[in-house]
């Protein structure tokens, strides 16, 4: 299991509530389906585009780590290769084509009104 559960004996009380315990599957597989929908390389790139302050983008690179470190543990705990490996991963690929280009898109023209001038450009943003 992840480094996170490395006593032998939680490890096998957290496969056994995931396996047997309904109400703990089910938070488990909330917990997945938001990571499943979430992209990390996406946020990295708001950070990169928005984000002046190097505090604040380190703290950004240390939620996307904890981002993967979670997605790792969920997969190892739900044995699934995937996140979300069942239909969902198929309805997350059709719409995170879009998705992903209304977030660039919407990065950039957060980045085009946070300019200094008012120019007509910003006015039509």
């Known amino acids: 299991m ?6 032998s004996a939680t490890e ?3 496969r056994d509530m995931y396996k047997n315990w309904g109400s703990f599957r089910a938070m ?3 917990v997945e389906m938001v990571l499943a929908k979430s ?12 984000v002046k302050d190097e505090k604040a983008k380190q703290l950004g690179e240390q939620v996307r780590m904890s981002h993967l470190a979670t997605e790792d543990a969920i997969r190892d705990l739900t044995e699934h290769s995937e996140l979300a490996a ?3 991963l ?4 059709v719409r995170n084509r ?4 209304l977030n660039v898109l919407l990065a950039e023209t957060l980045k085009r ?10 006015q039509v943003l």
């Open 86 to 88: 069942n239909n969902l």
């Open 28 to 30: 488990v597989d909330v």
């Open 113 to 122: 009104l946070r300019r200094e001038d008012e120019d007509e450009e910003n």
């Open 12 to 14: 096998s009380v957290i």
């Open 39 to 50: 992209e990390p390389a996406i946020a990295a790139h708001y950070d990169s585009v928005l």
């Open 2 to 7: 992840n480094a996170c559960l490395k006593d």
């Open 90 to 93: 198929r309805q997350l690929g």
């Open 98 to 101: 879009y998705v992903d280009c």
